[in-house]
């Protein structure tokens, strides 16, 4: 059974998700001031996901004290109401559409960040950037370029010269359309890179399941699309616009979270590992508890031009640093030195391989902890 106001729905979806959003993404921000000690491009344009994800909740409750949700011929009566309810809705649009593509433009950058030295792969996710911002944008003046003067669109007590409604419904179909694709790209992309390690099965799937959380925004990017059949209904707008309304938001926070979750692998590691010292609490040692582990491990990758390192033998120049270590046992990606002498080679080679040992470097930290998770 339908229900009468879909208002109070609304605006709470849109807070309920603008919390938890927030509360992830206050954790994410910790991990990289706090521990990592450094921001990145992905963590500023999350910064600005959320931002407009919050003026999306904020445009949406005005829209919902108008009557956003309820049924047009309940506000009839009150012209006013019907009036400014499509307006703030419509102006709501701008942060609907903008809000999940910088989320999605977000999580391509940190993947940037973990893609081996390959320039199609590199020039791949460039293009997935590209593709969603100029999609958005492109959505974006169609929709507010629809109604001359704009306030025709919620006014008709002017004359304005309007595009027939099905005009936003298939621009939005195509956007929708990309957006599901983009989401379905980065989910899936984490897995090819995490396929080329030389690492047990069990923990390619894990960290693909941790990377890949983006498919729930698939879902709600493609109900939402399927809702867009809203912008036609005309005898009962305000009430149509509300079922949208709630899967657009939904959409943003699901990518919000997406991309966040992923980042807060340190802080769930010391709970892990705070966990594991009560459970050892009949040691002398009355600290934190960590397993020693070899750092000098590093796992065998195989890259797109077929190099692999084998028996790569690293040194530590002088004594190791106790907050390395720490952060290390934190889960934090860490960056050792390692110094490899060759004989014989071309120095075109040597080259090669010292770009190789880079991306090893960083590999290095999601083969220790992932295979310490699954031996625990």
């Known amino acids: 059974m339908a229900l009468k106001n879909l208002g109070p729905s609304v605006v709470a979806i849109a807070w309920t998700a603008t919390l938890l959003s927030g509360t992830v993404l206050f954790g994410r921000f910790y991990v990289r001031l706090r521990i990592l000690q450094r921001l990145t491009v992905d963590d500023w344009i999350v910064a600005i996901t959320f931002l407009l994800a919050f003026g999306n909740s904020i445009f949406l409750t005005i829209a919902a004290a108008w009557g956003l949700g309820q049924h047009v011929d309940v506000l009839a009566p009150q012209l006013d109401s019907a009036m400014y309810t499509i307006k703030w809705v419509y102006l709501c649009e701008f942060f609907g559409i903008l809000a999940p593509g910088f989320g999605r433009i977000s999580y391509a950058f940190l993947l940037l960040g973990l893609t081996p030295p390959c320039k199609m792969k590199q020039r791949f996710l460039w293009t997935i950037i590209c593709a969603q911002l100029i999609v958005d944008v492109g959505i974006i003046i169609i929709s507010f370029a629809q109604c001359k003067p704009i306030y025709g669109y919620w006014d008709n007590n002017i ?10 419904q298939y ?18 992309f984490p897995a090819g890179l995490f396929w080329n390690l030389k690492m047990e099965t069990k923990q390619k799937i894990s960290l693909s399941c941790m990377m890949g959380l983006g498919i729930f925004a698939l ?3 493609i109900i939402k699309t399927i809702n867009l059949r809203a912008f036609t209904d005309t005898t009962d707008l305000t009430y149509a616009m509300a079922r949208l309304a709630i899967w657009w938001t939904l959409e943003a926070h699901l990518v ?3 991309v966040s979750i992923p980042t807060l692998r340190p802080i769930l590691k010391n709970v892990k590992v705070k966990k594991r010292a009560r459970i050892n609490n009949n040691l002398e040692n009355n600290g934190p508890f960590h397993r020693l582990e070899d750092s000098m491990f590093v796992a065998d990758i195989s890259s797109d031009n077929g190099f692999q390192s084998r028996g790569v033998c690293g040194h530590r120049m002088g004594p190791i640093d106790t907050k390395d270590y720490q952060a290390h046992a934190k889960g934090v990606i860490r960056k050792d030195i390692t110094i490899s002498v060759t004989f014989g080679e071309p120095a075109s080679e040597v080259k090669g391989r010292e770009k190789e040992s880079k ?16 031996r625990d």
């Open 159 to 168: 004359e304005a010269n309007c595009w027939p409604p099905h005009v936003q």
């Open 171 to 188: 621009a939005g179909y195509f956007q929708g359309s990309v957006c599901s694709v983009v989401d379905l790209i980065l989910a899936l």
């Open 219 to 221: 879902a709600a990017s």
């Open 256 to 258: 919000l979270l997406a």
């Open 359 to 374: 991306t090893n470097d960083k590999w290095e930290w999601l083969a220790h902890n992932n295979d310490s998770d699954i």
